[in-house]
Nanobody, 120 residues
Framework: QVQLVESGGGLVQAGGSLRLSCAAS????????MRWYRQAPGKQRGLVAA???????YYEDSVKGRFTISRDNAKNTVYLQMNSLKPEDTAVYYC??????????????WGQGTQVTVSS
């Protein structure tokens, strides 16, 4: 089946930048939506950014103007460019892709999560 592998997390000082990647592999006919979520300790998981197959984008208010979601269709990969990072951005970031694949079924798949820590 489909697997999502995330990379790019790490430790960065406030004001710095990171670029997260999430690559999908397996039987993939199309990717209908790509999303990034994050979850801080003791808090609920929340949607950060989303990108549809029609290239419509969504950003949570707290990241507008700082984060950019993009994709590379040839590599089945979604990216999250994070600039001007703040300590409040510290969380585990999870990739989610809505994939039309084997058995002609659309399903949501999740990456393993990657830690982003922003220090002051």
């Amino acid at each position: 089946q489909v697997q999502l592998v995330e990379s790019g997390g790490g430790l960065v000082q406030a004001g710095g930048s990171l670029r997260l990647s999430c690559a999908a592999s397996g039987t993939i006919f199309s990717i209908d939506a790509m999303r990034w979520y994050r979850q801080a300790p003791g808090k609920q998981r929340g949607l950060v950014a989303a990108l549809t197959s029609g290239d419509s984008t969504y950003y949570e208010d707290s990241v507008k103007g700082r984060f950019t979601i993009s994709r590379d269709n040839a590599k089945n990969t979604v990216y999250l460019q994070m600039n001007s990072l703040k300590p409040e951005d510290t969380a585990v970031y999870y990739c989610n892709q809505e994939i039309y694949g084997i058995n002609y079924v659309t399903r949501n798949y999740w990456g393993q999560g990657t830690q982003v820590t922003v220090s002051s």
